[in-house]
């Protein structure tokens, strides 16, 4: 793996690793073991204070280790057409009290944000396995506003607004700013997502959101999952082609992801794909995607979700 290139881990289970000496050595004995150098732990908006102690040790003992920790967090919740953003922000505000309050090796390096606009549950304003150019725009047609493409825009837009405001705040602090993003953005049902953005201004555009999105990220994560590695490539290659054109000071790094949580869906993970369900299955296949994406000097690297599920993999 070239050196400019990081293996990342997501770790969901974070209470239950911060809380356990015993737990926290499996996870950084099986990041150094499939040579993870960035781990994305759960940070909930509310933990920084109450879990100040724990957080400091298991940073300190990280990057002891030579790892990276960047704070994760993402809800459905954040968007518009819900709670609003207003919590998530909150939570990266009290990332930057932490990280002032705490020694250098106590830091994290930065914030990865999972907020994904797809319908599920209660949410309905997506709407879900329609093209963009086949949403209804009759009024009345939208659950959130007037029409479908309404709806559709007016998420996207919260999507990149909320977005806009982290990425001011992690880099006026000198913090990295990545963001997990489905691969489908390019390619929903056979369309790019597009929308207008800014809201307003000279400077608004249409354009997909991917390509507003790279411009507020350092870190752009394809949740390209599938268990052919080839296909992992391709649903990258629209992306890490984009930021390849890129300004170079502005250009982020777009990173490739594996799936090895059970129950996802045969083909999409490793952990429900038979003949495919083994770490070093898992981690042949990322030395491919790494190779087959190297010859763009934008690949960042391959993100492994999750933790929990990777230390349940077998050998």
Not at 105 to 131: K, M
């Amino acid at each position: 793996m070239a050196s400019t290139h990081t293996r990342s881990m997501w770790i969901w289970n974070s209470v239950a690793i911060l809380a356990s000496s015993a737990e926290t050595d499996h996870l950084l004995t099986g990041a150094h073991d499939a040579a993870v150098t960035e781990l994305y732990l759960y940070t909930a908006p509310d933990c920084y204070i109450p879990q100040k102690s724990q957080l400091q040790t298991f940073i300190s003992r990280a990057t002891t280790s030579g790892l990276h920790v960047w704070a994760l967090d993402g809800d459905r919740a954040y968007f518009a057409d819900a709670a609003g953003p207003s919590t998530f922000h909150r939570g990266i505000e009290s990332l930057i009290a932490y990280n002032a309050a705490v020694a250098p090796h106590e830091r994290f390096v930065g914030f990865q944000a999972d907020n994904e606009p797809q319908d599920h549950g209660d949410y309905r304003t997506f709407h879900n396995d329609i093209s963009d150019s086949d949403l209804s725009h009759a009024p009345g047609s939208g659950v959130w506003q007037p029409t479908q493409a309404q709806d559709r825009e007016m998420l996207l837009r919260s999507w990149l607004t909320m977005h806009e405001e982290a990425s001011q705040l992690l880099h006026g602090h000198s913090l990295r700013f990545g963001a997990a993003m489905p691969w489908w953005t390019e390619a929903y049902e056979g369309e790019e997502l597009g929308v207008s953005f800014p809201p307003e201004g000279a400077g608004r555009r249409r354009q997909s959101v991917m390509k507003h999105m790279m411009g507020l990220v350092d870190e752009y994560v394809v949740m390209s999952y599938y268990t052919d590695p080839a296909e992992a490539v391709r649903r990258v290659e629209a992306q890490v082609a984009f930021a390849e054109v890129m300004a170079g000071v502005g250009r982020p790094r777009v990173c490739a992801a594996v799936e090895v949580t059970p129950g996802v869906g045969r083909r999409v993970s490793y952990g429900d794909t038979e003949g495919k369900d083994s770490r070093a299955v898992v981690l042949r296949d990322v030395g491919v995607i790494e190779r087959s994406l190297s010859r763009f000097a934008a690949f960042g690297g391959v993100a492994v979700h999750h933790w929990a599920a990777w230390r349940s993999t077998p050998h």
